[in-house]
């Protein structure tokens, strides 16, 4: 089992970065598939970004690809999300994800375990 907890979101202006963390929980951390995902009010849960067990592989959503940058540090138990050129349509709750099968990075329903998330917002 992975519990998973979020950090580094907050308050950020149009054009500005964050740099999200996720820290989890566990001694098999680097077996999972990792990925990030974001709700805002009224909407979907939306695919962010998704990360491979070893880093070596990773994957965005067409609304971040070439702004956020997905990492992974298995020896810290740690995946990251770095945001970059922020937009207000960034703003809403972002969560991390694990996931144990080698299915669907971009489907929620594929991730075993969540966390509470963190709140992102970009002003204009």
């Known amino acids: 089992q992975v519990r998973v907890v979020e950090s580094g979101g907050g308050l950020v202006q149009a054009g500005g970065s964050l740099r999200l963390s996720c820290a989890a929980s566990?001694?098999?951390?680097?077996?999972?598939?990792m990925g990030w995902f974001r709700q805002a009010p009224g909407k979907e849960r939306e695919f962010v970004a998704a990360i491979s067990r070893g880093g070596v592989s990773t994957y965005y959503g067409d609304s971040v690809k070439d702004r956020f940058t997905i990492s992974r540090d298995n020896a810290k138990n740690t995946v990251y999300l770095q945001m970059n050129s922020l937009k207000p349509e960034d703003t809403a709750v972002y969560y991390c994800a694990a996931r144990s099968r080698n299915t669907y990075y971009s489907v929620p329903d594929s991730y075993d375990y969540w966390g509470q998330g963190t709140q992102v917002t970009v002003s204009s």
């Open positions: 566990g001694r098999t951390f680097s077996s999972y598939f």
